[in-house]
């Protein structure tokens, strides 16, 4: 009998086997999904540079990460970018840290009139300082990638060929471009870059300040018809990580976000230079928007009016602790580094 019962039990146990083995295998686990918030519209090239950043995640992780990108504010505005990355309502956002002077105080010191000549080198000596620094500011974030514009520059209804042409001028313009345009005797009004073509519109600004992508990317080429080159601020952007998220990535996945780190900065800025160049080409071929070049001597006399912006700042940054003029002469010397 115990023989028999032990026969039994042996061929429930090797069915039920059997039947294991045959069973449906356990499911794999599914890509590592993280959202991207960006706040300008889809065509822009800060929205240009995320989607890149994402086709560049997918391939080199072969899949296993997918980035599903919000461009236009359609899940968190401008201001709202950096807190609400580190609130986790989205894993990436992208942001102008122009937006917020005093909070990224050191960052922003790459928007004085320094002579950063391009986005390329604006972008490499911003990836510099944000390395050499590391602000607190960034402090609950992963940095992913940091760049610039290119340099801003007057886009008007009017001509402006002389200071005496720009005096009482309502301009759009943000961050530290307040400061240049009121040295220069315009009049700075802050407003969303979407907000602009209304206004021009409707006439409660005459122009913006700011780099010239946006003639094509924005059609400022229609109402402005006047470029007037003063090659002057940048405006700094980062990409940055919620730190919960950053921190459940695996270790191969990590080592793929910072390798693309560097490269992305650069990639962004070469592509930002590009595509100033081609918007103004469009701007003349298609729109015949006149370039004013400022003669030397007229130039000196803009540049004389900015020179005592930078000091202040440096006052400004040392009472509140930073190493003011330091700074200021780190960026001079990577913007000599990286013009060679």
Not at 123 to 131: E, G, N
Not at 140 to 147: D, E, G, R, T, W
Not at 254 to 281: C, I, R
């Amino acid at each position: 009998m115990k023989s028999k019962m032990a026969w039994m039990l042996f061929l429930v146990l090797f069915f039920g086997l059997l039947a294991a083995a045959a069973g449906p295998a356990p499911a794999q686990a599914g890509p590592i999904t993280l959202s991207y918030a960006n706040f300008p519209p889809a065509p822009t090239f800060p929205c240009v540079q995320m989607e890149r950043w994402k086709n560049e995640v997918e391939t080199r992780t072969d899949g296993k990460v997918r980035v599903n990108t919000f461009p236009g504010g359609t899940l968190l505005g401008a201001k709202d970018m950096m807190d609400g990355v580190i609130q986790g309502q989205a894993d990436i956002g992208c942001l102008c840290m122009a937006y917020q002077p005093g909070r990224f105080m050191i960052t922003n010191a790459t928007s004085l009139p320094l002579g950063i000549p391009n986005a390329r080198v604006g972008s490499l000596v911003l990836w510099d300082l944000y390395r050499k620094y590391r602000p607190e500011a960034f402090a609950q974030v992963k940095v992913l990638a940091m760049f610039t514009t290119a340099p801003s520059n007057i886009m008007s209804k009017t001509p402006v060929r002389s200071l005496a042409d720009i005096q009482g001028m309502d301009l759009r313009a943000s961050g530290g471009a307040a400061q240049i345009l009121a040295a220069w005797g315009a009049n700075q009004v802050g407003m969303p870059m979407s907000a602009t073509p209304e206004a021009l519109q409707k006439g409660v600004v005459k122009g913006l300040f700011s780099s010239l992508e946006v003639m094509k990317d924005f059609k400022y080429a229609e109402p402005c018809k006047y470029v007037t080159l003063t090659d002057t601020v940048i405006y700094p952007f980062s990409v940055v990580m919620n730190m919960a998220s950053w921190n459940r990535l695996p270790e191969d996945v990590k080592a793929v976000f910072d390798a693309l780190a560097p490269e992305q900065s650069v990639w962004t800025g070469v592509y930002m230079d590009d595509h100033v160049a081609v918007a103004n080409q469009w701007s003349k071929e298609t729109q015949g928007v006149e370039f004013i070049t400022l003669s030397a001597e007229e130039k000196a006399r803009w540049n004389e009016r900015l020179a005592p912006i930078t000091e202040q700042w440096i006052k400004d940054a040392e009472a509140n602790g930073y190493p003011g003029r330091q700074i200021v002469e780190d960026i001079e010397v990577l913007i000599e580094k990286h013009k060679k």
